[in-house]
């Protein structure tokens, strides 16, 4: 490592840990920006050099993700949050019907926005098992009109991820993918939008993207807000407004680094190793630590789980804590631990977890 100072073992659930190498190529770059003598940040987002760094990135995207030649990739911003307003005020018109799959906060939250647009239906939900699983494809319900089908790739509350997306036919699949999107190669065909909020495995929180199909762009309503209209980015290549250019920039040096790195093939056989040593410590502690999702539905992204003695988990955080692990708290609304061990969390650091774990239970059980 060329910095001097210590990183560390970033486990935090978003914003969360971003690549080194990409930290210290900013850094360099901070001051003077392709020798301009200012700070990209300190640019026109008119100017040549922001606009090349603003199509590199789209560029790189579409490359590194294998986007079709039908999909716009946009840059927004007001987080996957608004996302969850813009898509139902774009497409939810009066005689249809938007049907969402509940696996946690987050698809409720996003269908408790629909429900101010329109009508909607609930595909499936998996709140009973307290959001342990992903339904699977033969309980997903929707109608061939539905204005689209709602699904959230990875769960990142509970710890769960799809491994396999619905076939939704002619109805759009729309799929918030803030905490897996670059995790592993996904098949864009089958979607309609794909969104995401950066600050997991794209680059620091303020920018949004997403990946819409253009036919869709065309049968968006019209008679809503500019700021809040896809077709208002779409037609202006995401430069309608300032753009937040310094996170662009970042989300540019991230797909750099993922490239730098194999592609996704080798992040997804990475990401598995990583999580693997994770689970494995919770698999072979009989019952000490206990995982928050069932074994099929497991997230790749955030692994969650329980020390099965509540006194003990309290002094797990804290040791760990102690120790230089950061982010291990389970969200507020489900407690216990999670590790978030998204792209740029490195495997030794994972393993200096794993092996953490081991020496706790050895010493306390
Ligand atoms: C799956 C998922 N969707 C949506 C959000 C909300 O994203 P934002 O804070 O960018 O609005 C999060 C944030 O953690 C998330 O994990």
Not at 27 to 54: C, I, P, W
Not at 208 to 226: E, F, G, Q, W, Y
Not at 230 to 240: G, I, Q
């Amino acid at each position: 490592m060329s910095t001097t100072t210590k990183r560390a073992y970033n486990f935090n659930a978003g914003p969360s840990a971003l690549p080194l190498e990409v930290l210290e190529k900013a850094q360099q770059e901070l001051v003077n920006f392709n020798n301009t003598g200012m700070a990209l940040m300190e640019m026109s987002h008119r100017s040549k050099d922001y606009e090349a760094v603003h199509n590199d990135a789209i560029a790189r995207l579409k490359a590194l993700f294998a986007i079709p030649d039908n999909y716009e990739v946009l840059f927004l911003q007001g987080g996957a949050s608004l996302q969850f307003t813009m898509i139902p005020m774009n497409f939810l018109t009066q005689d249809k019907t938007a049907s969402y799959v509940l696996t946690g906060s987050w698809s409720e939250k996003a269908l408790k926005e629909a429900k101010l647009f329109g009508q909607t239906a609930q595909a499936a939900s998996t709140k009973e098992n307290n959001y342990r699983n992903i339904p699977s494809l033969e309980e997903i319900q929707f109608n061939e009109t539905d204005a689209y089908v709602h699904i959230t790739s990875n769960n990142t509350i509970y710890g769960t991820q799809w491994k396999n997306f619905p076939t939704t036919g002619e109805v759009p699949l729309v799929a918030d993918m803030s905490s897996d999107i670059l995790s592993k190669p996904v098949d864009v065909s089958k979607f309609g939008i794909i969104y995401a909020g950066a600050q997991k495995n794209l680059g620091p929180s303020g920018v949004t993207v997403v990946i819409i199909r253009k036919d869709l762009l065309a049968s968006a309503n019209t008679n809503i807000p500019t700021m809040l209209k896809y077709t208002t980015h779409s037609e202006s290549n995401s430069l309608y407004n300032t753009p937040p250019t310094f996170g662009i920039y970042m989300l540019g040096e991230v797909l750099k680094w993922v490239e730098g790195k194999g592609g996704l093939e080798a992040i997804e056989k990475q990401n598995e190793e990583k999580a693997k040593v994770i689970y494995d410590a919770i698999d072979n502690s009989n019952g000490f630590y206990y995982g928050h999702a069932t074994k099929e539905s497991r997230s790749l992204m955030n692994i969650t789980f329980r020390v099965a003695d509540e006194e003990l988990e309290k002094q797990f955080l804290a040791e760990a804590k102690a120790a230089g692990f950061v982010g291990l708290n389970g969200h507020r609304s489900v407690g216990g631990c999670r590790a978030s061990t998204y792209n740029a969390v490195p495997f030794e650091a994972c393993l200096a977890l794993a092996n953490f774990m081991v020496d706790f239970q050895k010493k306390n059980q």
